[in-house]
């Protein structure tokens, strides 16, 4: 059973620092990994997808790197605004495209 | 973009009733859906893996005779959550694939805020 861990649980920052978060997962064995946005009270928004073939995906502010062998995945977010503010969760694939969730780290953006 | 629509997206219901929660794909079609719950402050389980025209396969500990799941066309998946209790109260929400698009990323609903009084 694939188990997934997000790291920090919760980080404030000021607005215009980057953001840094990680994700670890214990079956290296993926299909790809997605990065989703969720806000409070409200469904996930699909942020990037990883193919497990990858090293990285970028999509304006937001890069994640994806490190299958060693079941890590960050992802960062630069010139952080208010507006980022969001749970964001980490979410790896197998094969059967069942995804696996972390408990997501809750990000608040000081304005 | 690829767009899934989950309805209603907040109900209210008496212990004892059943309730329908209907999923949607809106431009693409899905032969696979999947649905999922999340309790408050923790993270996203899935419940069952919902088959266009066959039966939904549920995960260890989701009782199928309570979560009814019906797939019947590309672009529709129902739960139904029969029977309910106030342990039924959770978040659920629907995700769904494109066919035939091997690697393609899951798209979720809004979700669905399920309160049994």
């Known amino acids: 059973k694939q188990e997934v861990t997000q790291i920090p649980a919760a980080l404030s920052v000021p607005e215009g620092e980057n953001l840094v978060l990680n994700c670890s997962f214990t079956?290296?064995?993926?299909?790809?990994l997605q990065w989703f946005r969720q806000d409070p009270g409200k469904g996930l928004t699909s942020l990037l997808l990883?193919?497990?073939?990858?090293r990285e995906q970028t999509s304006g502010r937001l890069n994640a790197s994806l490190d299958k062998s060693s079941g890590r995945s960050t992802l960062y977010i630069a010139a952080s605004q208010p507006g980022d503010s969001a749970t964001y969760l980490c979410?790896?694939?197998?094969?059967?495209?069942?995804?696996?969730f972390g408990a997501g780290t809750t990000v608040t953006v000081r304005a | 973009g690829a767009v899934v629509s989950q309805h209603p997206s907040r109900v209210i219901c008496k212990s004892g009733t059943s309730v329908k929660i209907e999923c949607r794909s809106l431009?693409?079609?899905?032969?696979?859906m999947f649905w999922y719950r999340q309790f408050p402050k923790q993270s996203l389980m899935l419940m069952a893996t919902s088959n266009e025209g066959s039966k939904a396969t549920y995960e260890q500990g989701v009782e199928k005779d309570k979560f009814l799941i019906n797939h019947a066309s590309l672009t529709l998946s129902t739960l139904t959550v029969t029977s309910a209790h106030p342990e039924d109260s959770s978040f659920y929400i629907c995700?769904?694939?494109?066919?035939?698009?091997?690697?393609?990323?899951?798209?979720f609903g809004n979700g669905t805020r399920l309160t049994v009084t």
């Open positions: 431009d693409f079609q899905a032969t696979t």
């Open positions: 979410a790896p694939a197998g094969d059967d495209y069942k995804l696996s």
């Open positions: 995700s769904a694939r494109l066919s035939g698009r091997v690697g393609s990323p899951l798209h």
């Open positions: 990883i193919q497990s073939s990858q």
């Open positions: 079956d290296s064995a993926i299909y790809n």
